[in-house]
């Protein structure tokens, strides 16, 4: 079964600097999705970045970009020019190709100081 | 576009009684999944219900069940209630089914069980 491990249970940022919120994940398949999302204290959980496994350029959107590394099984998330709105709980998840479920990793919980 | 939409937002209950929480797609989306979110377990997959049938499930006993409608509206039921159940329940949809359909998350059902 894939796993998903998020090392780093709270991370703490600097406003406008960048941070890095590190992810690793288990599986033996070939085909999969890599996502990231945010969930604001309202809960609502948001789409940050998605990344396919076939693909090897790291996704981009706009300020948020990911270092994929397909053999270290590694998918972290970099926050460049961090803003007080970015304060919130990022998960990192792994979906198969077939298979329809979505494994999250246990979230980071990230500070933005101002 | 609306967003997806899932009532009631906020429920209590007491143990032993039973509950349904309803979620309604992003239009033209025919796939819905839902994942219970705990502290102690963090997201976890329930099911996924495509064009009224259900595609996958998740680990949880069968207190735990939901269904389709033709109009994609989905409905997630849970018997018998226990303590344990009190979580935050969300709904997400994509277009289709599989690992490279994006899901989008609902603002979550708090379901609390007393």
């Known amino acids: 079964a894939q796993t998903v491990t998020q090392s780093q249970p709270e991370m703490s940022v600097q406003e406008a600097e960048t941070v890095t919120l590190s992810c690793t994940y288990d599986?033996?398949?070939?085909?999969?999705?890599l996502f990231w999302y945010k969930q604001p204290p309202s809960r609502q959980m948001i789409l940050v970045i998605r990344?396919?496994?076939?693909?090897?350029q790291n996704a981009t959107e706009n300020r948020f970009s990911v270092n994929f590394q397909k053999a270290a099984k590694s998918f972290s998330l970099k926050i460049s020019d961090s803003q007080l709105g970015d304060a919130a709980m990022y998960f990192c998840?792994?979906?198969?190709?077939?298979?329809?479920?979505?494994?999250f990793g246990a979230g980071t919980r990230l500070t933005v100081k101002p | 576009k609306a967003g997806v939409t899932q009532t009631p937002r906020y429920l209590i209950k007491t143990r032993g009684q039973q509950v349904t929480l309803s979620c309604s797609p992003i239009s033209g989306h025919r796939s819905v999944s839902w994942y219970q979110q705990t502290p102690g377990q963090g997201l976890q997959f329930l099911f996924e219900?495509?064009?009224?049938?259900?595609?996958n499930k998740g680990n949880f006993p069968g207190r735990f069940s939901g269904r389709q409608f033709s109009n994609s509206r989905s409905e997630m039921n849970v018997s018998t209630l226990e303590l344990g159940d009190s979580a935050l329940y969300l709904c997400a949809s994509s277009l289709g089914s599989g690992g490279a359909n994006t899901q989008y998350f609902g603002p979550g059902t708090r379901l609390t069980v007393l």
């Open positions: 990344q396919e496994a076939y693909k090897q």
């Open positions: 219900y495509f064009s009224e049938t259900q595609r």
């Open positions: 998840a792994y979906r198969s190709l077939n298979n329809n479920d979505m494994r």
């Open positions: 599986t033996s398949e070939s085909d999969y999705y």
